[in-house]
Structure formats: C-alpha cells, structure tokens
C-alpha cells in the first residue's frame, strides 16, 4: 500500500510517500525568512506556489505514477488557518481524481506517532518542544495526556522572538544552538516552574531587556541551560509519576544537542532509556503524517466532512487505531 503524507500545518510544506510503513522520500520546502516573522497569508502563498512542484519530484525521485497511490494523509490540525487550507484544498481535489481515501491527522499526535513508530519504545513519556507546542505526554486510556506543558509561549516561538530581537532571522533555533556553543558564562535568569508547568513570557521579557547590555553569546547559553532545565525538571517529574522509564522527543527544538545532552543525563541517573530520532523526522515532516495516515486507515477505512481545526489539542483526539 503506498500512502501520501502531506504536510501544511505551518512554515513547512511537506510531500512524503510511504510504503508499508517504509519511507520511500520525505521531502519538504520550508518558508523561511532573515529578517522578521511568519505572516500566515505569505507562508499559505508559498505552500500553494511550490506544492505541485514537490509532488512531482517525489514521484520522480521514488518512480512512481500518481495513480500507484493508494491513500492520502494529510494534516488538518493544529495550525495556521491559511496554511492548513492549502494543504487541504490540494488533498481534497487529488483524493477526488483520483477516487482515492483521505485521511485527516492530527499533526502533534503524529510527531507522537513517527517516534514510536521508529524506536522500540513500548510505553514512553514524550517531551514534544516545537514552535507552538510545549508538552509533557503519556499514552492512557485511548488518548494522549498532557502532564505538563507551557502556560504561555510554546519553546520554539519563545526562542524565534528572541533570536528576531538578535536579529538573526527564521527559524532562530539552530543560530542560538550555535551561538551558546562559544558561551560558558551564565547569566542569572528567571527560572518558571509551576507544578508541572512552565511559564515563558517572563523569561523572554528578561532576555529581551538584557540585548544590549549583555553578550550575546551569553544570552544564548543562559537562554539554553535555564529553559531546557526546566523542560527536562517536568519531564522527569512525569517520568516518576507515570513510573515510565523510556523518553522519546519530538518536535523540531528536539534537534537540539543540549536539550538531548540534557535529557541523556536525566535519563542514565534514573535508569530510563532516551530514543532520538534523526533530526528529519524530529522536524515538521510529511512522512509522520504519512505513517499515522496508515495506522489510521489499517482501522477505520471512511472519514467524513474532513475540515481543518487550527485550535485542537492533543488529549481531544481518540488514539482509536
Ligand atoms: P508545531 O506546529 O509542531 O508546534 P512548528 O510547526 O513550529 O511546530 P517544528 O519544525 O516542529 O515546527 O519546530 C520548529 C521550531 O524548532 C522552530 O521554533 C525552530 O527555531 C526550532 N528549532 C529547530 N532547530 C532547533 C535547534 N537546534 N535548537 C533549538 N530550536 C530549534
Ligand atoms: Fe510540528
């Protein structure tokens, strides 16, 4: 069975075709900037402009024919509404010619999906930090949990704003990442633990008001070991709740060597076992659409009034598959 996942929650467009639960190409176009932000209407405008043009190279590059396709995933939820309505209107009309099912994901369960999918963890907790999402989860009763999460800015946007006030440009993650490398000198920072929740505003706020009196090198160092030691307190403390002993992350702040140094540590002094996916399917990609496109159809073959939900949360979709 060949299944096509697409990707158009936000700055990345993505194409993938899977077989059988193998990737056959994970291809993806990304809007990004060097100066300022995301605005929703530019990145849609990108999306629809080079979606064609990326199918068509995915197939080339895997020698197929659109027709060899069976099933069509794409991402419906969580997202920017410009963006999930290319990604859905281009979906809509292929499944259509092609008289083919299509199948909507839900993109922060499928960050979720691919990690178990590609590691052998059975019953893992999972630290999911990306642009907009900051959450602690666990699997329990048909549904994913959050044990914690951020109460205001999710990780990766924290970080871009900041790296935007550096001006570094989108997306600012891999720059600070880079920066902190040549910093061993902390700067005290607010640090905003709430019970199993982080709070970020406060802390953005701080760093913002210290740009010109402080190196930036530092900044960025300090930025890394505060924030990340708070999402690596809360995971811990889920971990010990929950009484799991296996991490996975996702989510593209995942990419980060400290983060992961961070929750390597955490892990060895607990006993617990930390998976780590290739940093291309930690990242907005199509493929972890794809994948849980599959699981899905494997159980339920019919899906009615597909629409987009820009808002919906994680614990509010039923992990029936
Ligand atoms: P979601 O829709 O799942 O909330 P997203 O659409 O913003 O997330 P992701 O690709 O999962 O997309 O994550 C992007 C974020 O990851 C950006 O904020 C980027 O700065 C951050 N990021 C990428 N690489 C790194 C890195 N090495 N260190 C820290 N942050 C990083
Ligand atoms: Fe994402």
């Known amino acids: 069975m060949i299944t096509l996942g697409v990707e158009s929650t936000a700055h990345t467009f993505g194409i993938s075709l899977i077989k059988d639960s193998q990737i056959l190409c994970n291809l993806k176009n990304v809007f990004t900037t060097e100066q300022g932000g995301l605005i929703p209407n530019e990145v849609a405008g990108h999306h629809n402009k080079i979606k064609e043009e990326l199918l068509e190279k995915a197939l080339q590059e895997t ?3 659109i027709t060899d396709i069976n099933i069509i995933g794409v991402s419906t939820a969580p997202g920017l509404a410009p963006c999930l309505l290319v990604g859905l209107a281009f979906t809509k009309k292929l499944s259509k010619e092609l008289n083919i099912p299509l ?7 499928a960050h979720l999906e691919i990690g178990k999918s590609f ?9 999911y930090a990306s642009g907009a999402n900051t959450q602690i989860i666990a699997y329990e009763g048909k549904k994913y949990r959050i044990f914690g999460e951020t109460l205001d800015l999710g990780i990766g946007n924290f970080i871009d704003t900041i790296a935007r ?3 570094l440009g989108f997306p600012g993650g891999p720059k600070i990442e880079e920066l902190a490398k040549k910093s061993k000198n902390y700067i005290t920072l607010p640090y905003n633990v709430k019970g199993m929740d982080i709070s970020l505003s406060g802390i953005q706020t701080n760093i913002i008001s210290k740009i010109n009196k402080e190196k930036i090198e530092d900044l960025c160092y300090s930025l890394q070991e505060t924030v990340f030691a ?3 307190e ?3 403390r889920a971990m010990a709740h929950c009484n799991k002993n296996e991490l996975i992350l996702g989510g593209g702040v995942a990419c980060n060597k400290r983060l992961q140094e961070m929750c390597l540590e955490m892990c060895r002094e607990r006993n617990a076992k930390l998976f780590l996916l290739e940093n291309q399917y930690l990242v907005d990609n ?7 496109a599959e699981k899905m159809f494997k159980v339920k073959k019919i899906y009615k009034e597909i629409d987009i939900y820009p808002k919906q949360r994680t614990d509010q979709v039923e992990i029936f598959w």
């Not at 199948?103 to 369960?109: G, L, Q, R, T």
């Open 63 to 65: 020698n197929l024919k």
């Open 103 to 109: 199948i909507p994901v839900n993109h922060c369960i």
């Open 119 to 127: 590691t052998k963890a059975t019953d893992p907790i999972l630290l």
């Open 165 to 167: 006030g550096f001006n």
């Open 230 to 232: 708070m999402l690596v």
């Open 234 to 236: 809360i995971t811990e």
């Open 286 to 292: 199509a493929a972890m659409i794809a994948i849980t």
